[in-house]
């Protein structure tokens, strides 16, 4: 639950992971990412659809939208304030989720949900709290807001919810593959409908990652046939490129 101990924990680690980003410290933001308590309300909507325990997935629900709003607020007070403010390279490498990030948050979430449905104690709980990175990009949504930057925000709040989305859609597959008890007795015509319901959610909220995988792909072809231009036509013995930048206007 999002109260005590857990909400302290969210508001200093949003606090930490915006101090981080503006200050370009991947340390800060490292030591956000362990404190968040954002993992467990996702978890837990992956673990109540896989078992249909719709108390449980009401209040995961509840207490992950709180923990989004009140991250957001947070980040966004900050920037609002921070002297600094400026676009910094842990900010921008947040703000353009690709497929590749789907593969991050479903390999993540599936450690996450072996991890802790083991009795014995293991120290895979930190490392997907890191890989999947949950409270950046949300601070980076944040930003976004301070800033009235719709792409960092809206970017940034797609990679979260793209983490979001495939650590609950990992958890539900392994809870099923480990055979965890339904609280209810379903039948086959509704077991089935719930599984193409989740099928045809994953695949729409994959489709915009493909495209931007698909432009991020394309830019770093074209970057790389005008370095090869640069080197071959421009830098001499007598001269040398220090910069350059590609104009979308001519």
């Not at 680690?13 to 404190?35: C, E, F, P, Q």
């Not at 990652?209 to 071959?232: C, G, K, M, P, T």
Request: glycine content about 6%.
């Amino acid at each position: 639950s999002l109260r005590g101990t857990n909400l302290w924990l969210l508001l200093t680690s949003s606090a930490l992971a915006s101090i981080g980003l503006d200050t370009n410290s991947s340390a800060v933001i490292i030591g956000a990412m362990l404190v968040s308590p954002l993992m467990s309300p996702i978890l837990a909507v992956g673990l109540s659809v896989a078992t249909w325990d719709w108390k449980l997935l009401g209040a995961a629900m509840r207490n992950l939208s709180v923990a989004v709003g009140l991250s957001l607020a947070v980040s966004a007070g900050y920037f609002w304030i921070s002297p600094l403010g400026l676009v910094t390279d842990e900010i921008a490498a947040r703000t353009v989720p690709t497929l590749l990030d789907v593969g991050i948050a479903l390999f993540g979430g599936t450690a996450g949900i072996v991890a802790m449905s083991r009795l014995e104690k293991t120290n895979a709980i930190p490392g997907v709290a890191i890989a999947t990175a949950l409270m950046p990009p949300l601070c980076t949504a944040g930003y976004g807001l301070a800033k009235a930057d719709a792409t960092a925000f809206f970017g940034a709040f797609y990679l979260f919810f793209l983490n979001a989305v495939f650590i609950s859609f990992a958890t539900l597959v392994v809870v099923r593959l480990l055979r965890f008890p339904r609280h209810v007795e379903v039948d086959g015509r509704s077991t089935m409908r719930v599984r193409l319901l989740v099928l045809a959610f994953v695949i729409a909220v994959t489709i915009p990652s493909v495209y931007l995988l698909i432009r991020v792909v394309e830019r770093q072809r074209i970057d790389r046939n005008i370095q090869r231009f640069v080197r071959a036509e421009v830098d001499t013995d007598v001269r040398t490129t220090l910069r350059w930048t590609v104009r979308a206007d001519v």
